[in-house]
Nanobody
Framework: QVQLVESGGGLVQAGGSLRLSCTAA????????LGWFRQAPGNEREFVAT????????YYIDSVKGRFTISRDNAKNTVYLQMNSLKPEDTAVYYC?????????????????WGQGTQVTVSS
């Protein structure tokens, strides 16, 4: 049974930083593409960043480019999202997602497994 568990969310002032972690179990981690999504109240869940399972290629939504960095540690079965220069509009529940593939994916429907989410709140 695949499980994804996020951690690292919290309350931070605008301009601050947070690092989210997502630890996986029940899968061959290095063979999975991983993604981070977020959902603000009243909004649909949107793509934030993704990293492929093979080459480690990354892709970001335009609004976080240069501020967020996705990375993975296959030895620890963990994917990270380093978030710098946070803005109030980054406030949302952040979810990690996984799909068994070496390719890169960024659509919500492309991912098969999801974590429970972690709240990130950025105050102005």
């Amino acid at each position: 049974q695949v499980q994804l568990v996020e951690s690292g969310g919290g309350l931070v002032q605008a301009g601050g930083s947070l690092r989210l972690s997502c630890t996986a179990a029940g899968l061959t981690f290095s063979s999975y593409a991983l993604g981070w999504f977020r959902q603000a109240p009243g909004n649909e869940r949107e793509f934030v960043a993704t990293i492929s399972g093979s080459s480690g290629s990354t892709y970001y939504i335009d609004s976080v480019k240069g501020r967020f960095t996705i990375s993975r540690d296959n030895a620890k079965n963990t994917v990270y999202l380093q978030m710098n220069s946070l803005k109030p509009e980054d406030t949302a529940v952040y979810y990690c997602a996984a799909r068994s593939s070496s390719a890169t994916y960024y659509r919500r429907d492309d991912f098969h497994y999801w974590g429970q989410g972690t709240q990130v709140t950025v105050s102005s």
